[in-house]
């Protein structure tokens, strides 16, 4: 993991579909059969399940590629980049009990050990692509059951602390950029379309968060019941149906508010390189207008990656991480505004 | 004052319709006492009983959840309810029953057929083992117990060498 410039090949905007979906990621949480559930297992039990889950990850491989972070680096304010980066969740950055973090070298794989569960695991992919974050996904789940005993039932799966992760344990999901959908009001339409048929649809940063700069995470919210491949179907389905509404809305958007369009766009892509204070939603508003642009060929002389490379970065602790300096906030509105005019003077 | 048409001796205060054998509907006015013995309650009054009995059911039923508790990890089913985790893995046996219509209700489903976890490892049980044999060794040693201490030894050698 490097807190400096570079963001995980999940972030490339090389996948399938990347005009509209940033990522997919597939999570799978599990549990070991003989220690009680996170919540209410004493401290030795979680020094015991952080041992036994670094040797499985030791003795698969895993750990020569990758890093393996513990409490005392995970207490560190500046983890919260691992949050912003969608690689660990706020409460388990938050947690005093005794935990283990294991990242990837390319940030695709991360793994929490004593969250909720007692390992909770994902694997992102650029675009909308199931096959290759469910296949990473599986690869590691196979290699720790073979060190591990897992908490599984034939009758309810695997077996985790919430009863709404149950199952298979997983969450998959997709990040989508739908701002044509927004403009035209018929996002509600497909955001409805989706809760009907038993997904859940969230902002940015999961749960409880509002859609900046209208981004939308799709995943699913039933794990029994159906397959792995069930659920991954029934999410690319919708996901296609979603990029499929999102390109004739801005297709539309081309052709009847062309000059709306281009208007949004420039003004976004002008105060990004302008101002000289820029806020963290405000920074996220601009880029999403920005990417809007790249995406449609309006913006030619900046590429997708670099829009979505950007969006991490300007978050209040990757922008931290980067200039390796604690900032206040203003400082930060200031430096953000600094680094965003730099790269965007000279992509 | 009308007698009671039960008794004849207290005041008859309440009326009570009464179906016989036949079908036949009868009237008869009855006195607080007799009403009280046989179990004849007033409307308003049975309205407020119902309440009661709907609270007192309720009452039942969260002792109960206080009282059903999982063996393994003494997490009571009341307190799932406030906390919605379960304990351990063994909660979902020994709350089976309970379980089963949230999981419906959550999933549409409670067959899981998604992939399957092979059991478990050996290898797995035995570092647990291990560490579990390691940490009995250095209690014991620390408190002086060494004859408890050699036999934890032989033990972790035999369980490492497996």
């Given at each position: 993991?490097?807190?400096?410039?570079?963001?995980?090949?999940?972030?490339?905007?090389?996948?399938?579909?990347?005009?509209?979906?940033?990522?997919?990621?597939?999570?799978?949480?599990?549990?070991?059969?003989?220690?009680?559930?996170?919540?209410?297992?004493?401290?030795?039990?979680?020094?015991?399940?952080?041992?036994?889950?670094?040797?499985?990850?030791?003795?698969?491989?895993?750990?020569?590629?990758?890093?393996?972070?513990?409490?005392?680096?995970?207490?560190?304010?500046?983890?919260?980049y691992?949050?912003e980066?969608?690689?660990?969740?706020?409460?388990?950055?938050?947690?005093?009990?005794?935990?283990?973090?294991?990242?990837?070298?390319?940030?695709?794989?991360?793994?929490?050990?004593?969250?909720?569960?007692?390992?909770?695991?994902?694997?992102?992919?650029?675009?909308?692509?199931?096959?290759?974050?469910?296949?990473?996904?599986?690869?590691?789940?196979?290699?720790?059951?073979?060190?591990?005993?897992?908490?599984?039932?034939?009758?309810?799966?695997?077996?985790?602390?919430?009863?709404?992760?149950?199952?298979?344990?997983?969450?998959?999901?997709?990040?989508?950029?739908?701002?044509?959908?927004?403009?035209?009001?018929?996002?509600?339409?497909?955001?409805?379309?989706?809760?009907?048929?038993?997904?859940?649809?969230?902002?940015?940063?999961?749960?409880?968060?509002?859609?900046?700069?209208?981004?939308?995470?799709?995943?699913?919210?039933?794990?029994?019941?159906?397959?792995?491949?069930?659920?991954?179907?029934?999410?690319?389905?919708?996901?296609?149906?979603?990029?499929?509404?999102?390109?004739?809305?801005?297709?539309?958007?081309?052709?009847?508010?062309?000059?709306?369009?281009?208007?949004?766009?420039?003004?976004?892509?002008?105060?990004?390189?302008?101002?000289?204070?820029?806020?963290?939603?405000?920074?996220?508003?601009?880029?999403?207008?920005?990417?809007?642009?790249?995406?449609?060929?309006?913006?030619?002389?900046?590429?997708?990656?670099?829009?979505?490379?950007?969006?991490i970065l300007?978050r209040?602790a990757n922008l931290?991480a980067l200039?390796?300096?604690?900032?206040?906030?203003?400082?930060?509105?200031?430096?953000?505004?600094?680094?965003?005019?730099?790269?965007?003077?000279?992509? | 004052?009308?007698?009671?048409?039960?008794?004849?001796?207290?005041?008859?205060?309440?009326?009570?319709?009464?179906?016989?054998?036949?079908?036949?509907?009868?009237?008869?006015?009855?006195?607080?006492?007799?009403?009280?013995?046989?179990?004849?309650?007033?409307?308003?009054?049975?309205?407020?009983?119902?309440?009661?009995?709907?609270?007192?059911?309720?009452?039942?039923?969260?002792?109960?959840?206080?009282?059903?508790?999982?063996?393994?990890?003494?997490?009571?089913?009341?307190?799932?309810?406030?906390?919605?985790?379960?304990?351990?893995?063994?909660?979902?046996?020994?709350?089976?029953?309970?379980?089963?219509?949230?999981?419906?209700?959550?999933?549409?489903?409670?067959?899981?057929?998604?992939?399957?976890?092979?059991?478990?490892?050996?290898?797995?049980?035995?570092?647990?083992?291990?560490?579990?044999?390691?940490?009995?060794?250095?209690?014991?040693?620390?408190?002086?117990?060494?004859?408890?201490?050699?036999?934890?030894?032989?033990?972790?050698?035999?369980?490492?060498?497996?």
């Open positions: 993991m490097s807190p400096g410039g570079s963001v995980g090949k999940w972030l490339a905007a090389s996948g399938p579909e990347a005009d509209v979906v940033l990522s997919t990621r597939v999570r799978l949480a599990r549990n070991l059969a003989d220690v009680p559930f996170t919540h209410r297992a004493e401290p030795r039990d979680h020094e015991r399940t952080v041992d036994v889950v670094r040797w499985a990850l030791t003795d698969t491989g895993y750990l020569e590629n990758g890093k393996f972070l513990q409490n005392e680096q995970l207490a560190d304010p500046q983890c919260q691992l949050i980066r969608h690689l660990a969740s706020p409460d388990f950055i938050a947690s005093k009990a005794k935990r283990g973090f294991y990242v990837g070298n390319d940030e695709a794989t991360s793994l929490m050990i004593n969250e909720e569960d007692h390992l909770r695991f994902q694997v992102m992919a650029s675009g909308l692509d199931f096959p290759e974050a469910f296949t990473a996904a599986a690869a590691l789940d196979e290699k720790l059951e073979s060190q591990l005993q897992y908490a599984f039932s034939p009758e309810f799966g695997f077996l985790t602390a919430c009863p709404t992760n149950l199952g298979t344990g997983m969450r998959a999901s997709v990040l989508v950029h739908l701002p044509a959908l927004v403009i035209t009001r018929e996002i509600e339409k497909v955001l409805r379309g989706a809760i009907h048929i038993g997904l859940a649809v969230r902002g940015l940063y999961g749960e409880g968060t509002e859609t900046k700069g209208n981004f939308f995470q799709i995943s699913n919210q039933k794990t029994v019941g159906q397959t792995e491949w069930e659920i991954i179907e029934t999410i690319a389905d919708i996901s296609r149906q979603v990029i499929l509404y999102e390109r004739k809305a801005r297709e539309y958007l081309m052709k009847k508010l062309r000059v709306e369009v281009e208007d949004k766009v420039f003004r976004s892509l002008g105060l990004l390189r302008g101002a000289r204070v820029l806020s963290s939603d405000e920074a996220i508003n601009l880029i999403a207008g920005l990417r809007l642009g790249v995406t449609l060929g309006i913006v030619n002389e900046i590429s997708l990656e670099q829009v979505t490379r950007l969006m300007v209040p931290q200039l390796g300096e604690n900032l206040t906030a203003a400082e930060r509105d200031e430096r953000r505004a600094t680094f965003v005019r730099e790269t965007l003077v000279h992509p | 004052m009308k007698a009671c048409d039960l008794c004849g001796k207290g005041e008859a205060t309440m009326k009570v319709s009464q179906l016989d054998k036949e079908g036949k509907v009868t009237e008869i006015t009855i006195c607080p006492e007799c009403a009280r013995q046989r179990g004849f309650t007033e409307v308003e009054k049975l309205k407020a009983n119902v309440a009661e009995i709907i609270t007192e059911l309720k009452n039942r039923i969260d002792e109960g959840d206080s009282k059903l508790i999982c063996p393994n990890c003494g997490l009571s089913y009341a307190e799932f309810k406030r906390q919605a985790r379960l304990g351990c893995a063994e909660c979902y046996t020994s709350f089976h029953d309970q379980l089963v219509p949230l999981i419906r209700r959550i999933h549409d489903a409670v067959q899981h057929v998604g992939r399957t976890a092979s059991g478990g490892r050996k290898q797995a049980q035995m570092k647990m083992n291990v560490q579990k044999l390691r940490e009995a060794l250095s209690g014991a040693i620390q408190d002086e117990d060494y004859e408890k201490a050699a036999a934890l030894r032989d033990q972790l050698r035999k369980t490492e060498g497996e």
